[in-house]
Structure formats: C-alpha cells, structure tokens
C-alpha cells in the first residue's frame, strides 16, 4: 500500500485522517509515534512536532505532509469519491469552519481538560488532577456545546444534509471525550447527544472506537 499514516491511534487528529480514508476505501498503514517522545526521523518530517504526517510512496520524495487538515485535503483531491467536502462555495467553506472549530477550540477543551488528565498523565504514570476535570466540564465546555446544539438542530448532518469533513473532524473530538469517560448531555443537549450517536454509530467511527477501547482501558488502570 502507498500510504503510511504516522501517529498514535488514540490521537483525534490522527483519528480524523483515518476515518476519511476508510470511508473512501483506500488502504493504507498505521506506523505507530510517541508524540511524547518522537524520533529523529519523525521530527525531520514533523516540524511542528506533530502527528499525524502522511507519507504517499507514490511519489519521489520529499513525499510526506504533516498537519491532519492539510492530509485530509490532499486525500479529497487525490481520491475523488465518495466527496467528504461540499462542492458548493459557502458550504465548503462552513464545513472548513467546523473543522477548525473541532480542531482548535474543542480539541483543546477536550484534550487538555480532560482526555489528558484522566488518560494521557494515566500513560505517564501521573495522576489526573480531577479539579481541572471539573471546570471543564462545568465551565469550558458548556458554550462549546451550546454552541454545536444549535448548529445541529434537527439535522442529521452538520452541512448539507450530508457527512462531510465537518462531522468527520467534530465527531473525532467526541471519541476522545468519550474516552476520557463522558457523553454530551441528553437532557442539555439533545440534539447535539443525538448527533453524536449517530457519527459514532458508523462503521468508519465505531471500528476505530472498538480498537482504541482496549488501549484506553489499559491507559485507564495504569499507575
């Protein structure tokens, strides 16, 4: 297969990349990395010390791109079908604007309020500082939330009545929320509950929600 996906799996940007490739059929590898401690090899194609990177052996190199958003591009334009972003103009550009809210605002309510406190410091033989977890939930994430419960209303998609990127990048975000052992709020947020259901249901999503579960566990019991 041509295409290499490095990162961890549990990395909801590298999460994000790999459910566009399985809902567009394509094969591809998953070369494990330690954000925590890259290799060389990895930093020389990572300049923001990120993951994920792709690396398309198709082509002469350099052949790599970092940046989830910018590999997700790069897959809509190389593999044409089934399209993951809008055609028309505005609501390409609305479904990049959920991407960016997902990845920047929410990733890093999410990340760093709780998937790093009760999963990631687990990893690192730390414990979770549950006050921190606290005022996530109570205080940073309610206008996250309130914000999507609106957007969604009563669709079943985020854009255009169907999945794109948007949900593909939102949807990501919830698996980690839902790792770190919390689901929105049915009776605060029923449409955004049901949404998130829905997008997780999936076979893209509920494959990967199944494999990353025994890591997650073991993270969990780590001390």
Not at 9 to 20: A, C, Q
Not at 164 to 181: C, E, K, P, Q, Y
Not at 189 to 201: D, E, F, G, K, T
Request: contains cysteine; charged residues 25%.
């Amino acid at each position: 297969m041509s295409l290499i996906i490095y990162g961890g799996s549990v990395s909801p940007f590298v999460r994000k990349v790999r459910v566009v490739l399985i809902e567009k059929g394509i094969d591809y590898r998953l070369d494990p990395v330690n954000p925590f401690a890259p290799q060389p090899e990895f930093l020389a194609i990572s300049p923001l010390k990120r993951i994920p990177v792709l690396r398309d052996t198709d082509l002469p190199e350099p052949n790599t791109l970092p940046d989830s958003s910018v590999i997700c591009d790069y897959l809509e334009h190389k593999y044409l079908e089934p399209a993951l972003y809008p055609k028309a103009a505005f609501a390409r550009a609305r479904a990049l604007w959920f991407e960016e809210y997902a990845d920047s605002a929410v990733a890093e309510t999410i990340g760093r309020g709780l998937f790093f406190e009760r999963i990631v410091k687990r990893m690192l033989r730390q414990e979770p500082d549950e006050a921190v977890c606290t005022k996530t939930l109570t205080q940073k994430i309610p206008p996250l939330f309130d914000y999507l419960e609106r957007e969604i209303g009563t669709r079943e998609f985020l854009v255009e009545d169907r999945f794109s990127i948007a949900d593909i990048s939102v949807g990501s975000m919830f698996v980690n929320f839902l790792h770190a052992g919390e689901v929105p709020s049915k009776a605060r947020w029923p449409q955004l509950s049901a949404y998130v259901a829905r997008i997780h249901a999936r076979p893209s999503f509920a494959g990967l929600i199944a494999e990353e579960n025994g890591l997650i566990a073991h993270f969990r019991t780590a001390s």
